[in-house]
């Protein structure tokens, strides 16, 4: 009866750990501190490099440090302007463009990111779903950026 519920409990999302073969640079960003070591320790146990900032000033700092692969948001953090500290960020010349993954208990909001072709992963919050939005948003990354350098060339 006891692995009847297991299997229940068993993530709708497979993770493939070979997606995440290479180290990827994890920038999380959220205010509560249980919360990022939870995300911190199923990112490190995919080998993932984690930093972890609790507000826009600390990920303003680690962005400005490295740029990171992909940077997971809380949109939820009470305090924390999300969307403006990422509009300054992409605003910025300097710093190039990088994946982020926001975190949202709000259905609604979730709609309205996924409209406007960002990564986003419901709370409360499960890590297979995490690691195969980062693995996922790595390779749209990577595609971009083919993509890019390819008009690029052909334009030279």
């Given at each position: 009866?006891?692995?009847?519920?297991?299997?229940?409990?068993?993530?709708?999302?497979?993770?493939?750990?070979?997606?995440?073969?290479?180290?990827?640079?994890?920038?999380?960003?959220?205010n509560?501190?249980?919360?990022?070591?939870?995300?911190?320790?199923?990112?490190?146990?995919?080998?993932?490099?984690?930093?972890?900032?609790?507000?826009?000033?600390?990920?303003?700092?680690?962005?400005?440090?490295?740029?990171?692969?992909?940077?997971?948001?809380?949109?939820?953090?009470?305090?924390?302007?999300?969307?403006?500290?990422?509009?300054?960020?992409?605003?910025?010349?300097?710093?190039p463009?990088?994946?982020v993954?926001?975190l949202?208990?709000?259905?609604s909001?979730?709609d309205?990111i996924?409209e406007?072709?960002?990564?986003?992963v419901?709370?409360?919050?499960q890590?297979?779903?995490?690691?195969?939005?980062?693995?996922?948003?790595?390779i749209?990354?990577?595609e971009?950026?083919?993509?890019?350098?390819?008009?690029l060339?052909?334009?030279?």
């Amino acid at each position: 009866m006891m692995l009847a519920r297991a299997e229940k409990r068993q993530p709708s999302v497979h993770y493939e750990p070979a997606l995440l073969s290479r180290i990827v640079d994890v920038l999380v960003v959220h205010n509560d501190e249980p919360v990022r070591r939870f995300l911190e320790f199923h990112l490190r146990r995919a080998g993932c490099h984690v930093r972890l900032a609790a507000s826009e000033i600390a990920a303003s700092a680690h962005i400005l440090e490295a740029v990171p692969h992909v940077m997971v948001l809380d949109i939820d953090a009470r305090g924390m302007k999300c969307f403006e500290f990422l509009a300054g960020i992409r605003a910025d010349p300097v710093i190039p463009f990088f994946p982020v993954i926001y975190l949202t208990a709000d259905m609604s909001a979730a709609d309205c990111i996924r409209e406007l072709g960002a990564a986003c992963v419901h709370k409360p919050i499960q890590p297979e779903k995490l690691l195969a939005t980062v693995a996922s948003s790595q390779i749209s990354a990577i595609e971009k950026f083919a993509t890019l350098n390819a008009s690029l060339v052909k334009a030279a």
